[in-house]
């Protein structure tokens, strides 16, 4: 199974809104609703920001949304924050009964 | 609420078997309402699902790595475990496991993550 494809890199400063895009196919990303998000620090384990495309967990702020167009799911940081800096994933469910990650977003905050 | 704890040994030389557990806690690996997966990150690179359990027994595994790859349950210690044989320098990674909501019959998400735990293949 193939990766899903997210950009290497994003950035903005502080108070701005990034997207950071997740395209797959049809096969996963669009042809499910379980496309979740990981905001992950260096040496820590990821956390759940965003599940089933645009829910949050309890704990997350709400600056933090997620969408879904066709084949490709986006995360969406609204008043971007220091703390906001790391590495982001994205996550599907697929039509073979497997999950696949993104390569991976490094979120910098300039 | 479920928390996940990795243990195993941090070396493994090429060529052997990795094996690591995760234990449960404030849940029950017996529940139908998870499947129990693991995911590994070699050193400064992504996310790779490597494969879940569900309390049946039931498994299913990256394609990439199905060939290689175990995972079963023990329900009367709370664990479940992983198996890779033949390693290299490329299993190299940090392991996870994670729990996955079952919703509709899938695994949804994951979360909660254990904290990870770093496998070194070397000689």
């Known amino acids: 199974q193939s990766a899903l494809t997210q950009p290497a890199s994003v950035s903005g400063s502080p108070g701005q809104s990034i997207t950071i895009s997740c395209t797959g196919t049809?096969?996963?990303?669009?042809?499910?609703?379980?496309v979740s998000w990981y905001q992950q620090h260096p040496g820590k384990a990821p956390k759940l920001m965003v599940f089933e495309v645009s829910s949050r967990p309890s704990g997350v702020s709400n600056r933090f949304s997620g969408s879904k167009s066709a084949n490709t799911a986006s995360l969406t940081i609204s008043g971007l924050q220091a703390e906001d800096e790391a590495d982001y994933y994205c996550?599907?469910?697929?039509?073979?009964?497997?999950?696949?990650f993104g390569g991976g977003t490094k979120l910098t905050v300039l | 609420q479920v928390q996940l704890q990795e243990s195993g040994p941090g070396l493994v030389k090429p060529s052997e078997t990795l094996s690591l557990i995760c234990t449960v806690s404030?849940?029950?690996?017996?529940?139908?309402?998870?499947?129990w997966s693991w995911i590994r990150q070699p050193p400064g690179k992504g996310l790779e699902w490597i494969g879940y359990?569900?309390?049946?027994?039931?498994?299913n595994y990256n394609p990439s790595l199905k060939s290689r790859v175990s995972i079963s349950v023990d329900t009367s210690k709370k664990q479940f475990s992983l198996r890779v044989r033949s390693v290299t320098a490329a299993d190299t990674a940090v392991y996870y496991c994670?729990?996955?909501?079952?919703?509709?019959?899938?695994?949804?998400?994951?979360?909660?993550w254990g904290q990870g735990t770093l496998v070194t293949v070397s000689s």
């Open positions: 049809s096969s996963d990303v669009g042809g499910y609703n379980y």
């Open positions: 404030g849940g029950s690996v017996s529940s139908s309402s998870y499947y």
């Open positions: 996550s599907s469910y697929t039509s073979s009964d497997t999950l696949v």
């Open positions: 359990i569900y309390y049946t027994g039931s498994t």
């Open positions: 994670a729990s996955s909501l079952m919703l509709r019959g899938a695994p949804a998400w994951f979360d909660p």
